[in-house]
């Protein structure tokens, strides 16, 4: 890397990567990460500050003008970041779902950081070939890898793999019949699903109008129900519209929920419905084999998401579709590789252009532990789980409203109504020793 002179001839040079000084502030960074882990059961889970707590009080309105020493800038962070922090991976942390963090992943994100990776091939060949190892853990048919006719890719978010996919398959209708307009077009989730579709919906241009939210309940353990699937599409094909897209989730933020994706699809097909699974949560314990079975029926899906060890994966039936739908060729980015198409071009995959070196990150993992390890950890996480839920079932006062499947319980004091469990979610989450995350399930909460 250059170095930038400064406007005095007598000032030393400023050099933003000199290597000595990089090896002794990466070690002392490294140990306040580590002290920070060592340390992270004895803090608050959640933030005891109030909103504006840091531009009120803490830190001047203008970036400082000369450098300030490494140790200061740790000791700012100690006392004035880490007080509006909510600890994520704290043992006290039960909201949510919880983050992934290993040694192999700092690893990797050291590494892919530290190289001028974009243009690179190594960066699109490793990811190509992380996506196709993940495949074949979770047995997702051929077609879904690169010796298919799809393939996987990493994602920044699971939103957008929602919106790529949303948009490769509204393009998908409108091509297939001239007659087809996009406020024709009606897409399909139930009420279990993420509200990050309602939000990829109103960027692919589809109204809220045009989202059929279908209602779920005990009776199908808040799965969404394929015969209300089928009345639903039947009534909006009588009506002269188009339905376009299907969301089905395999393990739903509220309950945990896992919709029948068979039997989804067997009813999407009939009306050329675009099928897309998202597990984001509940999908990586499917590389464990004893819960596959949550999956069967993938192979009729058009796509599938799920977040792995914090990397968000999007396997697609056909590529050519997505590719279709966002591919751009500029004269600055044209090349004889991906004119001749012997190579995977993820530009076309994604709305950006640009991409992180996520891969770097699963491939450290995957090398550093293996899968033995990496399954054995999910079936930990889950044991946890059902230690938890036997005690729950066990005690009169409590109620456990829908099937843990994974890793979470949903429960609540049997009797006493929304109102006082609320209160003593908030009491307890008030203590700073624990925290935990309410949800509305039919009428219980």
């Not at 990567?17 to 580590?34: M, N, P, S, W, Y």
Request: hydrophobic share 40%; glycine share 6%.
């Amino acid at each position: 890397m250059g170095s930038l002179e400064t406007t005095s001839p007598s000032s030393p040079l400023f050099n933003p990567l000199d290597l000595d000084d990089f090896r002794t502030q990466a070690h002392k960074a490294v140990d306040f990460i580590a002290d920070y882990y060592a340390s992270i059961e004895s803090r608050p889970v959640l933030p005891r500050v109030d909103p504006g707590y840091l531009r009120k009080t803490l830190l001047p309105p203008t970036p400082p003008t000369k450098p300030t020493p490494l140790d200061s800038i740790l000791s700012e962070i100690e006392t004035h970041i880490m007080p509006g922090m909510t600890h994520w991976l704290s043992p006290n942390f039960f909201a949510y779902f919880p983050a992934t963090v290993s040694t192999a992943g700092f690893l990797g994100e050291m590494l892919s950081s530290s190289f001028n990776w974009l243009a690179s091939p190594a960066a699109t060949e490793l990811e190509s070939i992380i996506m196709d190892w993940l495949a074949s853990l979770l047995k997702l048919p051929q077609q879904f890898t690169f010796s298919g006719s799809g393939g996987g890719f990493l994602q920044g978010t699971t939103s957008e793999a929602i919106l790529c996919t949303l948009v490769a398959a509204r393009e998908r209708a409108i091509e297939k019949s001239s007659s087809v307009i996009i406020q024709k077009l009606v897409v399909y989730v139930s009420d279990q699903t993420h509200s990050t579709f309602a939000k990829a919906c109103k960027i692919a241009g589809i109204s809220p109008s045009d989202i059929r939210t279908i209602p779920t309940s005990a009776d199908t353990e808040f799965a969404l129900s394929p015969e209300l699937l089928k009345r639903q599409m039947e009534a909006d094909v009588a009506a002269g519209l188009v339905p376009l897209y299907l969301c089905a989730t395999v393990g739903t933020t509220s309950s945990n929920a896992v919709d029948p994706v068979g039997g989804l699809a067997d009813v999407a097909r009939d009306h050329g419905v675009w099928v897309h699974v998202d597990a984001a949560y509940a999908g990586s314990a499917c590389i464990c084999p004893e819960f596959r079975q949550y999956l069967d029926g993938v192979e009729r899906m058009d796509s599938l998401s799920l977040s792995y060890l914090d990397c968000f994966c999007l396997w697609v039936h056909n590529r050519d579709s997505l590719i279709s739908a966002l591919a751009t060729d500029p004269e600055y980015l044209k090349n004889r590789p991906s004119e001749s198409g012997s190579v995977v071009d993820y530009k076309d995959w994604q709305v950006g252009l640009g991409r992180w070196f996520q891969a770097l990150r699963l491939w450290m993992v995957f090398k550093m532990y293996g899968v033995m390890n990496l399954q054995s950890h999910i079936r930990s996480d889950v044991g946890l789980a059902r230690m938890f839920e036997g005690p729950m079932r066990g005690d009169r006062r409590f109620e456990v409203v829908v099937p843990r499947w994974f890793g979470l319980v949903c429960f609540w004091l049997r009797g006493v109504g929304e109102g006082v469990n609320r209160r003593v979610l908030e009491e307890v989450n008030r203590t700073g020793r624990v925290y935990m995350t309410h949800t509305v399930v039919g009428e219980s909460t």
